[in-house]
């Protein structure tokens, strides 16, 4: 979505890993990732990294000091079902 500052690929691993695929609503605390048998990857994952801060300058909790890097670091991040 044009104007926002995404997480890349690597950083969403990073902020579920460090959540170890478990939700971070307190609470909730619901295991993100499982086997699957009818996915190429084995994989099931229905966790998702979301922004802290608003990914989007203007958007819900936007922090106009934040810079565009700092929007999509893991820092901002929280892992969420």
Same mark, same amino acid.
């Given at each position: 979505?044009?104007?926002?500052?995404?997480?890349?690929?690597p #950083?969403?691993?990073?902020i579920?890993?460090? =959540?170890?695929?478990?939700?971070?609503?307190? *609470?909730c !605390?619901? @295991?993100?990732?499982?086997p699957?048998?009818?996915?190429?990857?084995?994989?099931t994952? #229905?966790?998702?990294?979301?922004?802290i801060? =608003?990914a989007?300058?203007?958007?819900?909790? *936007?922090d !106009?000091? @934040?810079?565009?890097?700092?929007?999509?670091?893991?820092?901002?991040?929280?892992?969420?079902?």
């Amino acid at each position: 979505m044009a104007g926002r500052d995404e997480f890349s690929a690597p #950083t969403k691993q990073q902020i579920a890993k460090r =959540a170890a695929y478990i939700c971070s609503h307190p *609470s909730c !605390s619901y @295991l993100t990732i499982g086997p699957s048998d009818d996915r190429k990857s084995g994989v099931t994952m #229905t966790g998702v990294a979301a922004h802290i801060v =608003a990914a989007a300058k203007r958007g819900p909790r *936007s922090d !106009s000091s @934040l810079s565009a890097e700092q929007r999509r670091s893991e820092a901002n991040g929280i892992w969420m079902c």
